[in-house]
């Protein structure tokens, strides 16, 4: 299970068919709410404030959708219509009042709107970009930790995700940084349309 934040309201966390395996559930279990998915989000969210201070104070939406070989990722955004939610960990006063949910599971399946991959070889990248043409996405590309990382934004049915994603696996892999990170600590090649920019560039 990783987490990481994503804004001041916002954690993505990772979690590997590994770790369900470990929990006992099954990858189709993840959209019913049983007691084994409620725990796991309970321990999600536990691990959430434990690393990086996110505390679930007042109403949140859920949003997952999962990868075909890395696993599940789920979004968990807290929305500020309640006393105790939309400030950050700390500064809640004594009169207000905290609220929590007590049967949040992973119901919401939904797709992804961006997707961020590493390539180590621009050889490599070259080649996912031959393929990732077709799809009617935006893409821009940085150098950041030692690789290109192209980001990838897009209205994709979720099954158009998984099959972008099995393309570019073969080549790459899933990032491990945010499209936020790149934008303030990345080297930015292309800022916008890198994939026809990258095959303009480098013709075969």
Same mark, same amino acid.
């Given at each position: 299970?990783?987490?990481?934040?994503?804004? /001041? $309201?916002?954690? /993505?966390?990772?979690?590997?068919? $590994?770790?369900?395996?470990?929990?006992? *559930?099954?990858?189709?279990? *993840?959209?019913?709410?049983?007691?084994?998915?409620? $725990?796991?989000?309970?321990? =999600? =969210?536990?691990?959430?404030?434990?690393?990086?201070?996110?505390? %679930?104070?007042?109403? *949140?939406?859920?949003?997952?959708?999962? =990868?075909?070989?890395?696993?599940?990722?789920? %979004?968990? @955004?807290? *929305?500020?219509?309640?006393?105790?939610?939309?400030?950050? $960990?700390?500064?809640?006063?004594?009169?207000?009042? &905290?609220?929590?949910?007590?049967?949040?599971?992973?119901?919401? /399946?939904?797709?992804? @709107?961006?997707?961020? =991959?590493?390539?180590?070889?621009?050889?490599?990248?070259?080649?996912?970009?031959? @393929?990732?043409? !077709?799809?009617?996405?935006? &893409?821009?590309?940085?150098?950041?930790?030692?690789?290109?990382?192209?980001?990838?934004?897009?209205?994709?049915?979720?099954?158009?995700?998984?099959?972008?994603?099995?393309?570019?696996?073969?080549?790459?892999?899933?990032?491990?940084? @945010?499209?936020?990170?790149?934008?303030?600590?990345?080297?930015?090649?292309?800022?916008?349309?890198?994939?026809? !920019?990258?095959? /303009?560039?480098?013709? &075969?």
């Amino acid at each position: 299970m990783r987490v990481e934040r994503i804004a /001041r $309201d916002k954690v /993505r966390i990772f979690i590997s068919y $590994d770790d369900l395996e470990e929990r006992g *559930i099954d990858r189709d279990e *993840i959209w019913h709410n049983g007691k084994k998915v409620q $725990d796991l989000f309970w321990d =999600m =969210m536990e691990t959430a404030y434990m690393e990086v201070g996110f505390d %679930i104070a007042g109403p *949140i939406s859920v949003e997952a959708f999962t =990868m075909p070989t890395e696993g599940v990722v789920v %979004i968990v @955004t807290r *929305i500020p219509s309640m006393p105790g939610a939309g400030h950050d $960990d700390g500064d809640y006063g004594d009169e207000e009042e &905290t609220y929590f949910e007590r049967d949040h599971g992973f119901s919401s /399946r939904s797709a992804p @709107t961006h997707m961020v =991959m590493a390539f180590r070889d621009l050889d490599d990248l070259l080649d996912a970009c031959k @393929t990732l043409r !077709q799809y009617p996405v935006h &893409t821009s590309l940085y150098h950041h930790d030692g690789a290109y990382q192209l980001v990838i934004h897009g209205d994709l049915r979720p099954d158009q995700w998984e099959e972008v994603f099995s393309i570019l696996v073969e080549y790459g892999e899933m990032s491990r940084l @945010t499209s936020w990170v790149l934008e303030e600590y990345g080297k930015v090649i292309f800022a916008d349309h890198a994939v026809e !920019q990258l095959l /303009r560039n480098f013709p &075969t």
